[in-house]
């Protein structure tokens, strides 16, 4: 099918056209079809994907009181329970179970319970897009928390630009394990908002600015297109599935902030656990991925490139006024140094021929009776 569908075009076997075609085609000729609803109709429109490893049960209760809070209730909830030993899969059945029995909402019979076995970080991510039934599918972690209109903007985002990513602004805050203080957790810093209120893909392409929960993907993504979290990637795997799939489809974007993302401080890190190397390398490797894929990028960046490369232009030439201003200073300041030793030397030289000079030897008892005359007034007064 690849073969075919490239024959049938003129381009360049080493062109971006032909090496971009056959890559998309081969996705997806390779494609899984996620499982399909009797009716495209009756899928939810969102599919939230909430990995857990069930260490942190009380934040998991935290998350689903939350989606019940939702005003907008058209999704389904996959908790993938990645590895989860039989004590805390017992703990996580016990929170589910509490939850959903004290909650008068429609979160009650969405909830699918998912056993994931093996794998790195994003296995069960993946198996939650083989099983997802929803439009939209989105990632949030068990530790994170999502506010009542998380799902209404996803929702507002899709009808005003269909097929698109779906970007909303995520706020972050620091929290720190408290075992010997209910509920296991306390906040250790103010909500901030440092990522950019707009997708700027060129942006995206420095540093993510969108944490996972934050970003829902069209079905096609998944379904067509064959994109799939990569299992290899010990970090960064939402970062490199984003870009990716903005390039490809396009995002509808909001200033609202819908989310917090929490930041452990101590233990359960995922930075600490994978190590800042580990980080820094996989950086390198996605942007070394990136340099030999062929790039699709939305309108407008044309605009952005040579604004940016305008202000890189200043940048240097700035540096190098700088630089030639700082020259010049060195230069002029070893000039001064130079005529600052120099006169210390002469006046070094006056100085020392004046007190060999006969006249101050001569004139030595006269000096002293002076001070001794000086001192005895001081005394006397």
């Known amino acids: ?31 899984v079809p996620l499982p399909a609803a009797p009716d495209p109709a ?16 009380e934040t998991l209760r935290e998350l689903l009181l939350c989606l019940a809070a939702q005003t907008c209730d058209d999704f389904e909830l996959l908790v993938l329970c990645h590895d989860v030993p039989a004590d805390r899969a017992a703990a996580l059945d016990e929170v589910l179970a509490e939850v959903l029995a004290e909650l008068d909402s429609p979160l009650r019979g969405k909830v699918r319970r998912v ?17 997802a039934r929803g439009r939209y599918l989105v990632a949030v972690d068990d530790d994170d928390l999502v506010l009542a209109h998380w799902a209404a903007e996803f929702r507002r985002l899709a009808d005003e630009a269909p097929g698109a990513v779906l970007r909303a602004v995520v706020a972050e805050q620091d929290v720190v394990e408290t075992p010997d ?12 908002t440092p990522y950019a209120e707009r997708f700027d893909i060129l942006g995206h392409l420095v540093s993510n600015q969108t944490p996972n929960l934050g970003a829902a993907f069209p079905r096609e993504c998944f379904d067509l297109l064959g994109l799939r979290y990569d299992e290899m990637l010990p970090v960064f795997e939402d970062w490199d599935l984003l870009v990716e799939a903005a390039l490809l489809c396009g995002v509808a974007s909001t200033p609202e902030v819908t989310a917090v993302y929490r930041r452990w401080q101590h233990q359960g890190s995922s930075l600490l656990e994978a190590g800042e190397e580990s980080w820094r390398a996989t950086e390198r490797d996605l942007a070394a991925r990136m340099d030999a894929r062929e790039l699709l990028l939305p309108p407008g960046t044309f605009s952005a490139l040579r604004w940016y490369k305008a202000e890189q232009l200043e940048y240097a030439a ?11 200073a060195e230069v002029e300041l070893s000039r001064v140094t130079d005529l600052l030793a120099q006169t210390q030397q002469q006046m070094a030289d006056v100085i ?30």
């Open 42 to 57: 009756d899928r939810p429109f969102l599919s939230v994907l909430t990995r857990t490893q069930g260490r942190r049960p």
């Open 181 to 192: 203080v209910a509920p296991g957790h306390t906040a250790a810093s103010a909500i901030r």
């Open 1 to 31: 099918m690849t073969d075919d569908l490239l024959a049938r075009t003129s381009f360049a076997a080493d062109g971006p056209m032909h090496r971009l075609l056959r890559r998309l085609a081969e996705r997806a000729t390779a494609a």
């Open 318 to 328: 700035e540096h190098e006024r700088m630089a030639g201003a700082r020259d010049a």
């Open 352 to 381: 020392r021929s004046y007190e060999e000079s006969t006249s101050w030897r001569l004139t030595a008892p006269v000096r002293r009776a002076t001070d001794t005359a000086r001192r005895l007034r001081g005394g006397a007064s």
């Open 115 to 131: 056993d994931v076995a093996g794998g790195g970080r994003s296995r069960p991510l993946n198996v939650g897009i083989e099983q």
